[in-house]
C-alpha cells in the first residue's frame, strides 16, 4: 500500500481523461454498446442515479457501512465501467458487488446475504441476481480494478485545507459537496485534493464567504496556473450537476433501467471489453 497518493497505484493507473482514451478500441466500443440502448444524457442521469443508489445501499438497515465504504465502492464503479458497456453488466449488481468488496478493503465487512436484501429491497430491476453472483463477481471486479484496491479520497485533505483556511463554518455544506462529488467521474480526472479545494469554493460562495475563500485559495496555496485551473474546472462541474441533476425522478430512472438487459451474473464466463474489444 503506497502512503503516498503520488506513488500510489490510483495515481498512476487510474488517473484518466476521456481526451486521453477516446479513440482506443476499449472506448469505442464500449460508446458503440451503450448507445445501443441509451442515449449519451441518460448514460449521464444513470452514472449520478448510480452513485445514490450505491449510497442508499451503504446506509440501508442491513448494510449500514461507513461513508468511506461508499465512497471507495463508488469509485470502483466507476473505474469499472469506465472500459465497460451497461449493456454487458448490469449496473446495479456491479454496484451491490463494488460495497461487497470495498466494506472488506475498508476493514468494515460486511456480509453478502445483507447486501443482497438490500439490493432487492431497492433494485426492481437487480432482483434476480442473489448472494452468490455478489460473491462470484468479486473477483471479477477485482480483475477489472487491475487488483488496484487502495484508493485515496478528498476528505483526508479537506481536514487539512478548512483548518488552514480558517473556514469552520462552511464544514458541514464542503462534506455534503464532497459525498456529492462520487456522482461525477472526477475521481477518475482528478487527484482527492483538487476536488476538496474545488469543494471549499463552492462552499464558501454559497456561504457568501468568497473573499475569503479566494483569498484562501490564490494567496496561501501556492499553485501553478494549470492547477488552478483544474480547481475551476472542478468546482464548474459541481455547480452544473447541481443545476442538471439535482433531482432526478424515480419513474425516468426506472424507465432507462428498463432498458437494460439483465445478462447473467459476472461470475458466469464474462469477459470485459478491454479483453476482447473485437468479439463484442
Not at 500500500?1 to 486521453?20: G, I, K, P, V, Y
Not at 468511506?68 to 470502483?76: C, E, K, L, S
Not at 456522482?183 to 457568501?208: F, K, N, S, W
Request: glycine fraction near 2%; charge should be negative.
Amino acid at each position: 500500500m503506497a502512503a503516498n497518493f503520488w506513488m500510489s497505484s490510483h495515481c498512476r493507473e487510474w488517473l484518466r481523461t476521456m481526451a486521453d482514451d477516446w479513440n482506443t478500441p476499449v472506448q469505442i466500443e464500449k460508446r458503440k454498446r451503450n448507445a445501443q440502448i441509451l442515449t449519451e444524457e441518460e448514460v449521464k442521469k444513470l452514472r449520478v442515479h448510480l452513485s445514490m443508489f450505491i449510497s442508499n445501499l451503504g446506509k440501508h438497515q442491513h448494510v449500514r457501512c461507513r461513508q468511506r465504504v461508499i465512497a471507495t465502492a463508488t469509485v470502483y464503479l466507476a473505474r469499472f465501467f469506465y472500459n465497460n458497456s451497461y449493456k454487458d453488466f448490469h449496473p446495479h449488481l456491479i454496484a451491490a458487488t463494488a460495497v461487497y468488496l470495498a466494506s472488506k478493503v475498508e476493514e468494515s465487512p460486511v456480509q453478502p446475504n445483507k447486501i443482497e436484501k438490500a439490493l432487492k429491497d431497492l433494485s426492481r430491476s437487480a432482483s434476480k441476481y442473489g448472494v452468490n453472483d455478489i460473491v462470484d463477481g468479486e473477483y471479477f471486479l477485482m480483475e477489472e480494478l487491475k487488483f488496484n484496491l487502495i484508493v485515496f479520497h478528498p476528505y483526508r485533505p479537506l481536514q487539512q485545507y478548512l483548518k488552514d483556511a480558517g473556514l469552520q463554518e462552511v464544514v458541514s455544506t464542503v462534506w455534503y459537496l464532497i459525498n456529492d462529488s462520487y456522482r461525477l467521474d472526477l475521481c477518475l480526472e482528478y487527484p482527492p485534493h483538487i476536488t476538496a479545494i474545488a469543494a471549499i469554493l463552492v462552499a464558501g460562495t454559497y456561504h457568501q464567504q468568497q473573499a475569503a475563500v479566494q483569498a484562501w485559495f490564490t494567496q496561501r496555496l501556492n499553485f501553478n496556473d494549470e492547477h488552478r485551473q483544474h480547481v475551476m474546472h472542478v468546482a464548474d462541474k459541481l455547480i452544473t450537476m447541481y443545476e442538471d441533476h439535482s433531482h432526478l425522478e424515480p419513474e425516468e430512472i426506472q424507465q432507462i433501467l428498463d432498458k437494460i438487459p439483465n445478462p447473467p451474473g459476472v461470475g458466469n464466463n464474462m469477459e470485459p471489453i478491454a479483453a476482447h474489444p473485437s468479439q463484442h
